[in-house]
């Protein structure tokens, strides 16, 4: 799996502070408004602004993980949950990438990932 | 002064005083006298109950102890009623209630073999209170501004009903050593 | 008892005077009683979350000054599924934040409601439908609050589990608006027409509020506090400019939360003495303050990782203005929520006991003086209205 050293270390990661709220395979909840990220999570690659998105999220940005360990749990996610979706020329997220984007907060994040929906059409 | 107890098994003695006149008091409220967070001073049951009951479970994991007891392994951070004690098991919930999806992530040591398991602490939603077993264990358990990680949240979210009934413990994953 | 027997003594002695077929008046049928519109400060309102059965929750109003339980009961607002309770002083109103179900224990369709209660006659005087998607857990202070120095906004957190903060307006009487939280949660109020959140990474977003309630703009902090090695609990002391949070090992951190900008002071310590660092704050309502700057820790010895919610046998006094701990008060019974009310001469520090009957103690002498046993089955939360 590019981009992920330890593919067991990012698993118990994701499982230790995401799969509570998105569940063991990514399948989210519709009643609960968490998004599916499972056969979907990739899309959000493909557009202007989705690849640092996935970075701020809150989930995401306020983990009590390093910012090695959020880049490598990302990846891990894309490739385990979303494989299909992932662009062909996907380069793997970095450590530098999350100290980039970690702190620059969403503000409405139902807001911003409307707008990139929208841009996957 | 009393003596230190963990709140909860103080309110559920008190709530069972005019309940168990007749019936087995461990067998309602299995955690009378012995729900003390972190208390290492009671001997382990031998028996797992849960290799009984039928229901599944991780492969190869060795348990034992009282599972209807607040100081069985699994319920490190665990905060309500057991549905050990409520028609259900460690792992699933009783009938006619629904599992919550969403629910909060803890990290129990399982005695037996001393090895730190993963745990997730569903919730069974739909009918109202259990009231049996009540427990509140909070290792690792962080206030409710990291959700991930407590209990105090009524996590009956994502079902179709949001009234709690009662809390599994379902082993996940084994911590990364 | 004493009483009880001397109504039966004057029952007695009236039963034998000379009343005739005559001249007997009947008593009326139908009144109801009615509360002061102004409560004595030293009263209290005791929220029952009813763990047991939270449906049927309560918000009593108590005067734990009395002996009696008839004479300590004042009153109750029903509040349904682990419900909220606020008060406006400014527009002398009490509310309630709860959920119904159409299905009752069942479930069925939620919802959730401000319900409006007139404090003298405590019945309903009006509802506000919200979203139907409050955060139900755990009482914390700070699960709603009322926004601005008019108190015309009242915030309620909602988590679903995504997380955002529902405006009312309590002029006009209607939902207005829902903000978004960027993953933060609760409603502390600072003041101004804004409100402040704490974030899972131990940050603190402020949102700033329109005349009409809108979201304006919003501003996010430094990490101030680590939330996963020393976390602070969710409610805060207010005191002059700063919100005082507690962390789990003991230590008050000042958040100077202003509409404009956040920021914090240096950590402040309860424990004076190196033996006393082995004590740490615990409960489900672990900490309270009184009108002179005086925040009420419940302590337990030997605490460490997960002993946070265990309550306490005694409160430790720390006086903000002083910035020092001032006393530490023995419980008679270990405790498990602390709160207090009144000033001058009748005013109480109140615990509630792992039996969940209300210990009253006299201030500033911290002297036991009974326990109230009319407050319902869990009384989580026990404060006076100022």
């Known amino acids: 799996m590019p981009g992920v050293d330890n593919p067991q270390r990012a698993h118990v990661n994701y499982i230790l502070n995401c799969q509570g709220c998105h569940g063991p395979e990514g399948s989210g909840s519709a009643d609960g408004d968490v998004p599916r990220m499972k056969d979907f999570l990739g899309n959000f690659l493909?557009?202007?602004?989705?690849?640092?998105?996935?970075?701020?999220?809150?989930?995401?940005?306020?983990?009590?993980?390093?910012?090695?360990?959020?880049?490598?749990?990302?990846?891990?996610?894309?490739?385990?949950?979303?494989?299909?979706?992932?662009?062909?020329?996907?380069?793997?997220?970095?450590?530098?990438?999350?100290?980039?984007?970690?702190?620059?907060?969403l503000g409405d994040v139902a807001h911003e990932r409307e707008r990139l929906i929208v841009r996957m059409r | 002064?009393?003596?230190?107890?963990?709140?909860?098994?103080?309110?559920?003695?008190?709530?069972?005083?005019?309940?168990?006149?007749?019936?087995?008091?461990?067998?309602?409220?299995?955690?009378?006298?012995?729900?003390?967070?972190?208390?290492?001073?009671?001997?382990?049951?031998?028996?797992?109950?849960?290799?009984?009951?039928?229901?599944?479970?991780?492969?190869?994991?060795?348990?034992?102890?009282?599972?209807?007891?607040?100081?069985?392994?699994?319920?490190?951070?665990?905060?309500?009623?057991?549905?050990?004690?409520?028609?259900?098991?460690?792992?699933?919930?009783?009938?006619g209630t629904e599992m919550s999806p969403i629910t909060w992530i803890g990290t129990c040591k399982n005695p037996e073999d001393g090895k730190s398991y993963i745990v997730s602490y569903n919730d069974c939603c739909g009918k109202s209170g259990c009231g049996n077993c009540l427990c509140n264990t909070n290792e690792g358990d962080r206030p409710m501004y990291v959700p991930a990680k407590s209990n105090d949240i009524n996590w009956c979210l994502g079902t179709q009903s949001s009234v709690y009934h009662c809390s599994t413990a379902i082993v996940v994953g084994m911590a990364f050593e | 008892m004493n009483r009880m027997f001397q109504g039966f003594v004057f029952g007695c002695i009236i039963a034998s005077s000379s009343v005739t077929n005559a001249d007997f008046k009947p008593e009326p049928i139908g009144i109801i009683e009615t509360l002061p519109e102004q409560y004595p400060d030293h009263w209290i309102m005791a929220q029952d979350l009813s763990f047991f059965h939270m449906l049927e929750g309560a918000v009593r109003v108590i005067d734990p000054s009395e002996e009696t339980t008839g004479d300590q009961y004042k009153g109750q607002m029903t509040s349904s599924f682990i419900a909220v309770f606020e008060h406006s002083k400014v527009r002398n109103e009490h509310y309630v934040i709860e959920s119904f179900f159409s299905r009752g224990g069942r479930g069925g369709k939620r919802t959730d409601l401000v319900t409006i209660y007139d404090p003298t006659s405590l019945s309903v005087s009006d509802e506000i439908e919200i979203p139907a998607k409050r955060l139900t857990g755990m009482p914390k202070g700070t699960q709603a609050a009322l926004i601005g120095e008019e108190e015309r906004f009242l915030g309620i957190y909602n988590f679903t589990p995504a997380q955002s903060v529902s405006i009312v307006d309590l002029e006009k009487r209607v939902f207005v608006n829902e903000v978004a939280t960027e993953g933060c949660g609760f409603v502390i109020p600072n003041g101004a027409r804004s409100f402040s959140s704490i974030c899972g990474d131990g940050s603190f977003l402020t949102s700033n509020l329109d005349a009409s309630g809108a979201l304006t703009s919003s501003t996010r902090t430094e990490t101030m506090f680590d939330p996963v090695g020393d976390p602070v609990f969710e409610t805060p002391i207010a005191y002059d400019d700063n919100a005082y949070f507690l962390s789990f090992s003991g230590k008050l951190l000042p958040v100077n939360i202003g509409e404009k900008q956040i920021s914090a002071g240096d950590w402040l310590s309860l424990a004076t003495t190196e033996d006393e660092k082995s004590w740490r704050p615990g409960g489900i309502t672990?900490?309270?303050?009184?009108?002179?700057?005086?925040?009420?820790?419940?302590?337990?010895?030997?605490?460490?990782?997960?002993?946070?919610?265990?309550?306490?046998?005694?409160?430790?006094?720390?006086?903000?203005?002083?910035?020092?701990r001032t006393n530490r008060i023995e419980l008679k019974n270990w405790s498990l929520v602390v709160g207090t009310s009144g000033t001058g001469k009748n005013k109480f520090l109140l615990a509630t006991n792992t039996d969940m009957a209300i210990d009253v103690y006299e201030l500033p002498t911290a002297n036991y003086a009974r326990t109230l046993t009319g407050a319902g089955s869990t009384p989580f939360v026990i404060d006076g209205l100022n």
């Open chain 1, 46 to 105: 493909n557009v202007e602004g989705g690849r640092e998105f996935l970075i701020r999220v809150p989930g995401v940005a306020s983990a009590p993980l390093s910012d090695t360990a959020i880049a490598e749990l990302l990846n891990w996610t894309l490739h385990t949950q979303s494989p299909d979706q992932i662009p062909e020329d996907f380069l793997p997220y970095n450590e530098s990438d999350v100290i980039q984007w970690r702190r620059k907060t």
């Open chain 2, 1 to 95: 002064m009393k003596e230190s107890k963990n709140l909860f098994d103080r309110i559920s003695e008190q709530v069972s005083r005019g309940l168990a006149q007749n019936t087995s008091r461990r067998g309602l409220f299995g955690l009378l006298g012995a729900g003390i967070v972190g208390m290492s001073s009671i001997p382990l049951l031998p028996v797992a109950r849960a290799a009984g009951t039928g229901q599944p479970q991780a492969s190869d994991l060795q348990e034992s102890g009282d599972d209807q007891s607040c100081d069985y392994w699994r319920y490190c951070s665990i905060d309500g009623f057991l549905c050990t004690c409520c028609g259900g098991s460690v792992n699933t919930c009783p009938p």
């Open chain 3, 286 to 324: 672990p900490m309270t303050s009184d009108t002179n700057g005086n925040v009420y820790v419940l302590m337990h010895p030997d605490g460490g990782e997960g002993t946070h919610k265990n309550g306490g046998s005694e409160v430790w006094v720390y006086d903000l203005e002083k910035k020092k």
